[in-house]
């Protein structure tokens, strides 16, 4: 049984870490089938997918009852704070590796080649670049290729509006919280709410600027390491404001029905730290990114 033993926390057996095994051994496994142009390979990534997806609603869902029921004790909250910090962390340095890429493609790389005039003839460097200005031979023996043509994003539109939407959104979070710790749940969930419709609007808007970026702009992910490190950054970043805005709505229900105390709340905190690191990301973005 669960339950606190000489004051640690001991979980009952549970079937999900082994399920979702199986769920990411399907999915893995039906991309690799997928990119070999593998017929089930589509239908493995889709049934991983679902299993990954029911797994996680049951587990959560599991946890959110252990919870409530009074199950945790204070071993248990302070293993999730440290939990979570270090899953920030984790993503901290993930998102370090692709500007660190940036930074080296930019200040060494692009002058190292355009120097050397070894793989480009005529390349003369210069940021943003999708590579060389002259004709290049797309394989041996194939007609040459001309440099792609497209204009770099600006920061001054889209960018700085959603800039200032995030910048928004995390303060909307915050008094969300002191609603929280106040026990006042009018001020807690309509500041949650209007967190989680921050967060939409900016996806939005993003989705918008790729679609302007691909049918106008001529940028896309094939326009060379300027392309490439652009919509890797911006579009992995997208996708943890996906998860936050999921993350955050599980949470306005779990508010809604009544969940969370003043003293007792740590999967709101736990969130908020998300939504806060979302944000600090995107200034970097919006810096290394679009201004600079």
Not at 120 to 138: E, I, N, Q, R
Not at 217 to 231: E, I, N, R, S
């Amino acid at each position: 049984m669960s339950g606190a033993q000489n004051g640690y926390y001991l979980p009952n057996p549970s079937p999900w870490p082994l399920t979702v095994s199986v769920g990411l051994f399907l999915l893995a496994l039906g991309f690799v089938l997928f990119i070999n142009e593998v017929h089930v390979g589509s239908w493995s990534m889709l049934a991983g997918a679902a299993v990954i997806v029911f797994v996680l609603f049951k587990w959560f869902g599991e946890v959110i009852r252990e919870s409530e029921g009074g199950v945790y004790n204070d071993q248990v909250d302070t293993s999730f704070r440290l939990g979570m910090g270090w899953f920030i962390f984790s993503e901290v340095m993930f998102f370090a590796a692709f500007f660190g890429a940036l930074f080296y493609v930019r200040n060494y790389a692009v002058d190292w080649i355009a120097a050397t005039d070894l793989l480009w003839p005529g390349y003369d460097g210069g940021w943003p670049t999708a590579g060389p200005k002259g004709p290049v031979p797309l394989a041996p023996d194939t007609p040459v290729s001309g440099p792609a043509q497209f204009s770099p994003m600006g920061a001054w539109g889209i960018p700085a509006i959603n800039t200032l939407i995030l910048l928004t959104s995390g303060a909307t979070v915050t008094v969300a919280h002191w609603g929280l710790r106040k026990d006042n749940r009018g001020q807690l969930i309509t500041w949650l709410a209007l967190t989680i419709v921050l967060g939409l609007l900016f996806l939005s808007l993003q989705a918008y600027e790729y679609i302007h970026a691909y049918k106008e702009l001529g940028l896309t992910l094939k326009t060379g390491v300027y392309g490439a490190t652009f919509f890797m950054l911006t579009g992995f970043h997208g996708f943890h404001v996906t998860l936050g805005v999921i993350m955050l709505t599980v949470i306005l229900v779990r508010c809604i029905k009544g969940h969370f105390t003043p003293d007792h709340h740590f999967a709101f905190e736990g969130v908020a730290w998300y939504w806060h690191f979302v944000d600090v990301v995107w200034l970097f973005l919006f810096v290394f990114v679009y201004w600079l």
